[in-house]
T-cell receptor, first 112, second 113 residues
Framework: DAEITQSPRHKITETGRQVTLACHQT?????MFWYRQDLGHGLRLIHY???????NKGEVSDGYSVSRSNTEDLPLTLESAASSQTSVYFC???????????FGPGTRLTVT | KQEVTQIPAALSVPEGENLVLNCSFT??????LQWFRQDPGKGLTSLLL?????REQTSGRLNASLDKSSGRSTLYIAASQPGDSATYLC????????????FGKGTKLSVKP
């Protein structure tokens, strides 16, 4: 069955370190998204991609970057981790802008 | 800027009750609206997607309605069960935000046996 996976599921890192969270989908979807979920804020969009070599900033993109070299993967990089980036991160994909988005299981990141 | 509001933030009902969860949005220029379910420590599971041209969608005991002109959607759950306990999230695909999803903060539902 097609699916979307994220790794690692849990990560503890120190302030200032570079961290990369992986997202892999097997639906062959063009569109992929990264969100963060925080108490009191709900889900907020970090970056998104509508296809290979396409990346766009979302609502809360500062301190994050993504690259899209193939259809299946959209890794999220925290250039220099900050305590404010402690959060649960979700990756999602969809067939097109107007189809349902399917979410991965999430990565819980703690920055100490 | 599109804003999505879900009221109430939490709801507790006895098993077997029919219930309604509410979602409102400020800008009616949406492509579609999606309802999700999230269990504690888990990802989001898509429940129903309503396109802007539709009035409702049904899946099993779930029925979602959309009134775009008034900026409202409801999720109706029939004959609630303890297994329905979860947080329910509403999200609109906004025409003004490059077609991205804008989420409400959710309604936490608890169904008591």
């Amino acid at each position: 069955d097609a699916e979307i996976t994220q790794s690692p599921r849990h990560k503890i890192t120190e302030t200032g370190r570079q961290v990369t969270l992986a997202c892999h989908q097997t639906w062959n979807h063009n569109n992929m998204f990264w969100y963060r979920q925080d108490l009191g804020h709900g889900l907020r969009l970090i970056h998104y991609s509508y296809g290979v070599q396409d990346t766009n900033k979302g609502e809360v993109s500062d301190g994050y970057s993504v690259s899209r070299s193939n259809t299946e993967d959209l890794p999220l990089t925290l250039e220099s981790a900050a305590s404010s980036q402690t959060s649960v991160y979700f990756c999602a994909s969809s067939e097109s802008r107007f189809h349902e988005q399917y979410f991965g299981p999430g990565t819980r990141l703690t920055v100490t | 800027k599109q804003e999505v509001t879900q009221i109430p933030a939490a709801l507790s009902v006895p098993e077997g009750e029919n219930l309604v969860l509410n979602c409102s949005f400020t800008d009616s220029a949406i492509y579609n609206l999606q309802w999700f379910r999230q269990d504690p420590g888990k990802g989001l599971t898509s429940l129903l997607l309503i396109q802007s041209s539709q009035r409702e969608q049904t899946s099993g005991r779930l029925n979602a309605s959309l009134d775009k002109s008034s900026g409202r959607s409801t999720l109706y759950i029939a004959a609630s069960q303890p297994g329905d306990s979860a947080t329910y999230l509403c999200a609109v695909k906004d025409g003004g935000s490059q077609g991205n999803l804008i989420f409400g903060k959710g309604t936490k539902l608890s169904v008591k046996p």
